[in-house]
């Protein structure tokens, strides 16, 4: 499976609407918002009230609906919709979401964002049962489980269902009456609520889809809810009332866009205070400051703005190269990086630069932009990191789940800074990167209603299936810690 430059990819994004006349192209322009979710494939269902047309493949959202004649086959007033970003299951079609299944009493289709910490077992129990599964996805052991209890009624096996499923989730249904969005007890993965001039409800993962198709945004989907859209309106329920806000913080960090609200909290804002509270934490003697593009400009404004330093432009993005894709060798990475940014030798050339990052995983695009700087003339080159050192795998729904991968798991801040090549090398600290955040709805949650796990290993859920290889890993690194001494 490809790897973006980055080194962390996003989940996936999920959209849906009921209630307007052309619902799979206003889901098209939503999906079209949240495609830095998914790269790896997309589709839509839609539903007339009568039947469910779906279409999807591999591929961006574009070459998905290359022909126009798919996405006007798709009609009907409500329609659900996905990009895909794949942590569980392998890139093939079988894959792609929105599921959709046919049954004898009502067909139902399925999106998802996140992964479950449980799906191997639960699997196995109901392959066991007699389940036979069409993808090697963890999403779709939702709808076996409500088959298994359905003769309790839909929305009775769907609760039922949603209390044996573990981990971060964001689930969209679609069935041809009714929209049902369900989000797992700690909020890990985003979705909120919107409404259209006509009364219609839109349902996404990011603010920034509803924005995108003149939704106004009424509410966050809170944890342990299941909201059912159809005829007579919006109807908030729920599930499980056992949970605990725990927002991944990485969404704040790195996936969501800039623009993009959730809990209260404009991305952009978060990532700008990031860098400010960066720039008391660790404020560098140079000349310049400038961002990586693109996740890292909020931060590294702030960072110049606390630092009184100039805010440079010393590195740029292609706006040519289609999301650039890495193959699974470091030579090929590295080019990949050469491929994406350039540095901006008349800006760095014989000064001091304080790059600011968002942050780093196999350290590849790290090194890379510290040689290309230096090679246009840097004279210093420190680089500072608007969170804290990911040493602990993500669990929930992040394509991380070994430390074998992650840098900071492995060597100390001066070591890290040595493999680097910069001058000097800063983290956020975890307490300055939940203040930046400053969830308003969080309560008395831990970590200000964030998952911070990333960063400290202590997760906010039990790992299940996970827990064992997890558990292994870190008496593993121990050992060779011990060894290093």
């Avoid at 993962?205 to 944890?223: G, K, M």
């Amino acid at each position: 499976m490809p790897n973006e430059i980055k080194g962390l990819n996003e989940e996936c994004g999920v959209f849906g609407i009921f209630g307007v006349p052309n619902a799979a192209q206003l889901t098209y322009y939503g999906l079209h918002t949240l495609q830095h979710r998914g790269q790896e494939g997309a589709g839509i269902v839609s539903t007339d009230g009568t039947d469910l047309y779906q279409h999807r493949d591999r591929g961006l959202l574009a070459q998905v609906f290359a022909n126009p004649a798919e996405l006007k086959r798709l009609t009907g007033d409500a329609a659900i919709g996905h990009v895909r970003y794949g942590t569980s299951g392998h890139n093939s079609i079988a894959n792609v979401q929105p599921f959709l299944f046919r049954f004898h009493d009502g067909d139902v289709a399925l999106a998802h964002n996140g992964n479950l910490t449980n799906a191997v077992t639960l699997r196995r129990q109901l392959e066991d049962d007699g389940a036979v599964f069409q993808s090697d996805s963890d999403t779709e052991i939702l709808i076996h489980l409500i088959r298994k209890y359905i003769r309790e009624g839909f929305i009775p096996a769907l609760k039922r269902s949603l209390n044996q499923v573990h981990g971060g989730f964001a689930f969209l249904l679609l069935q041809k009456d009714r929209l049902v969005a369900a989000l797992d007890p700690n909020g890990i993965r985003p979705l909120c609520i919107g409404q259209l001039a006509s009364g219609a409800y839109v349902v996404a993962s990011e603010t920034c889809a509803l924005d995108i198709v003149n939704a106004r945004f009424i509410r966050d989907v809170q944890p342990g809810e299941l909201i059912v859209i159809d005829r007579d309106g919006l109807h908030i329920d729920h599930y499980t009332t056992q949970t605990q806000l725990a927002i991944c913080s990485m969404e704040y960090i790195y996936f969501a866009r800039p623009d993009s609200i959730i809990h209260g909290v404009t991305v952009h804002n978060a990532r700008k205070q990031m860098g400010r509270l960066l720039a008391r934490e660790h404020l560098i003697d140079v000349d310049m400051v400038i961002g990586v593009p693109n996740s890292s400009l909020s931060a590294a404004s702030g960072y110049a703005e606390a630092a009184g330093l100039p805010y440079e432009m010393g590195l740029i993005k292609s706006q040519y190269v289609a999301r650039t894709f890495i193959q699974p060798t470091q030579a090929l990475r590295e080019q990949g990086v050469h491929m994406k940014l350039s540095a901006v030798r008349g800006v760095v050339n014989g000064k001091r630069v304080a790059v600011v990052d968002d942050s780093i995983v196999r350290g590849t695009t790290s090194r890379q932009i510290v040689k290309m700087l230096r090679d246009a003339g840097a004279k210093e080159v420190h680089l500072l990191i608007s969170s804290p050192p990911f040493c602990f795998p993500c669990f929930y729904g992040i394509d991380i789940s070994t430390r074998s991968e992650l840098m900071a798991a492995h060597y100390s801040v001066e070591e890290m800074r040595q493999q680097i090549g910069a001058d000097s090398l800063h983290f956020l600290s975890v307490d300055s990167l939940i203040k930046a955040i400053s969830v308003p709805d969080a309560g008395n949650a831990p970590n200000g209603g964030l998952t911070v796990a990333y960063f400290t290993g202590e997760y906010p859920t039990p790992l299940y299936d996970y827990e064992e290889g997890y558990l292994k890993s870190l008496n593993e690194q121990e050992r060779r810690t011990q060894r290093r001494k």
